[in-house]
């Protein structure tokens, strides 16, 4: 057994490994580094002349999956293993990634990493992933694979894997405390793994409560409201801004805040659609509300925006909340309203994520006590004299939890990956008692044998699901039998629109594609 880190060990982006178990060799995530001065991609071609033959996503953010289809592009025909959540999740960034591709290429003479047709073909190769299952599959002979729920975002997993020759974890990004959107994670049922590759993004912290976080958020947005101004919360579009319409939601119909207006914009809007017709991979109460036919993003005081007219409206309009993708204020309408926001001493722009260290939303919090500096937002340089502050509602892992997670599974060693300097540093001190490597963009580590007894422990009597014969995944033209605990009735057509919740019991036929139409998608893996 063997791994080969080819982005996101030392730092946060392009995330990319190779496994190599029973002598073949796996892909888990292939992302992009978000900040532009740096080369975006992962190093891909530490893969030349491997036998890739599966690749396996945890979860749809940008530096997680945005140089899938270059690795598709390397290896068309093997498949793209994905929960049913983020096999459609992918779909949506993609698409969106595309659209800011050649918007650079027309504004700035940007080559696009890939064109159209490559992430066509690409999601054509997904196939869904059970999740909770040990499972093992025709083109990985001696491999079991488990995924688990990872907390992060709608869909996200970590993985198992294990064969005769070792055995790891992969984290993914996870998230131990449950959020409004999505329950907490749990670990794979791999006890002792020989590796354990685990994200540290926030090692050096230790989280607020979360709840008291929420409530502070939200009377901040109501008292720059009531100070006369717009509230700007720029935020990812996946994960955090349904988040943020949740909580605003549920303060006001709890009186702990009065009602204003709150607006919705970029990206954000849809993947608030897209959640809609994932309610498997949403928290329990998500799941009873949108299988009753509520629409829990979509409440009276909620307005998506469509357009930048729109936006001057809303701009000259009564104070009002603007929740707007990009996070970072790296670009989207999140920019547009910030470079508008900031030089007014009545605003407020309140930063509630990860911001990367050249990013405009970290200058920002930078200059957050240093009045009337300026900077540069949306290709202009502006005044900054609104009032600025940060609010943790993380959806990773603190450093506490991270420990408790390794700990819960005993690893032989632990690979700190996904963080910067102090973040991979800080949990090694906390696992002291664990081997702990901080990897490299480029390092291989290999199974490390030790002079101990093997553990007596009897194997697991979970059951594994053998597929046959594979799943079609989005965009596929067929239908395949999928193993499930519930039947489904009246979703197997091919349109977003189709997708419908379980009514029966016994088996379903999913992931039926429609030959004449990319984007056509139905069908779901029952839970």
């Not at 140089?67 to 983020?86: D, E, Y």
């Not at 005769?164 to 449950?178: E, F, H, N």
Request: some cysteine; hydrophobic content about 40%; overall charge positive.
């Amino acid at each position: 057994m063997q791994v080969v880190f080819l982005g996101g060990a030392s730092g946060v982006g392009a995330s990319c490994l190779a496994i190599q178990l029973a002598d073949q060799w796996i892909v888990v995530d292939a992302g992009v580094r978000v900040d532009r001065k740096s080369d975006p991609l992962p190093d891909l071609a530490l893969l030349e002349g491997k036998d890739v033959r599966a690749i396996f996503v945890t979860h749809a953010h940008a530096d997680h999956i945005g140089a899938l289809p270059l690795v598709h592009q390397a290896f068309p025909t093997i498949p793209i293993f994905a929960s049913r959540a983020t096999g459609l999740l992918m779909e949506v960034m993609l698409s969106d990634a595309l659209k800011i591709m050649n918007r650079r290429a027309m504004e700035e003479m940007e080559l696009p990493l890939y064109p159209e047709a490559l992430v066509a073909g690409m999601l054509n190769r997904v196939r869904p992933l059970p999740v909770g299952e040990n499972l093992t599959f025709p083109e990985l002979p001696g491999i079991t694979v488990h995924a688990s729920r990872a907390g992060h975002i709608a869909g996200a997993v970590s993985l198992g894997f294990k064969a005769a020759d070792g055995s790891l974890v992969v984290s993914g990004d996870v998230s131990i405390t449950p959020q409004r959107t999505v329950p907490g994670a749990l670990p794979p049922p791999l006890i002792e793994p020989d590796l354990l590759i685990l994200e540290s993004t926030y090692g050096t912290r230790l989280h607020p409560n979360r709840q008291a976080e929420e409530l502070r958020l939200a009377q901040a947005v109501a008292e720059g409201i009531a100070r006369g101004g717009h509230t700007l919360i720029p935020c990812f579009a996946l994960g955090r801004g349904q988040e943020l319409l949740l909580l605003l939601q549920a303060a006001q119909e709890k009186g702990q805040i009065p009602a204003f207006p709150i607006y919705v914009d970029g990206l954000v809007r849809r993947v608030c659609s897209t959640y809609m017709l994932l309610p498997e991979a949403l928290s329990p109460v998500l799941q009873r509300q949108i299988r009753k036919g509520y629409l829990p993003f979509s409440g009276s005081a909620v307005t998506f925006v469509r357009d930048e007219r729109e936006r001057e409206r809303l701009l000259a309009g009564p104070p009002a909340c603007i929740i707007s993708s990009s996070g970072m204020l790296t670009g989207g309408p999140s920019a547009w309203y910030a470079a508008r926001l900031a030089p007014q001493e009545d605003a407020s722009i309140l930063i509630t994520g990860y911001q990367d260290e050249e990013s405009p939303g970290r200058r920002l919090l930078d200059l957050a006590e240093q009045k009337k500096s300026t900077l540069e937002i949306g290709g202009q340089q502006v005044q900054v004299r609104c009032h600025v502050a940060k609010y943790n509602l993380s959806a990773h892992a603190d450093g506490g939890e991270l420990a408790a997670y390794a700990t819960a599974l005993r690893p032989k060693r632990v690979a700190l990956v996904h963080g910067d300097g102090e973040a991979r540093t800080a949990p090694r001190k906390r696992l002291a008692e664990l081997d702990v490597l901080l990897p490299s963009e480029g390092m291989t580590v290999e199974k490390q044998e030790r002079r101990r007894s093997r553990s007596t422990r009897a194997p697991s009597s979970t059951p594994e699901n053998v597929f046959d014969t594979l799943p079609i995944g989005i965009g596929g033209s067929t239908i395949r039998f999928h193993p499930c605990r519930a039947g489904v009735a009246g979703h197997l057509t091919s349109s977003h629109a189709a997708y419908r919740h379980c009514t029966g019991t016994g088996s379903c036929l999913v992931w039926r594609g429609d030959r004449r139409k990319n984007t056509a998608r139905a069908g779901h893996p029952c839970r």
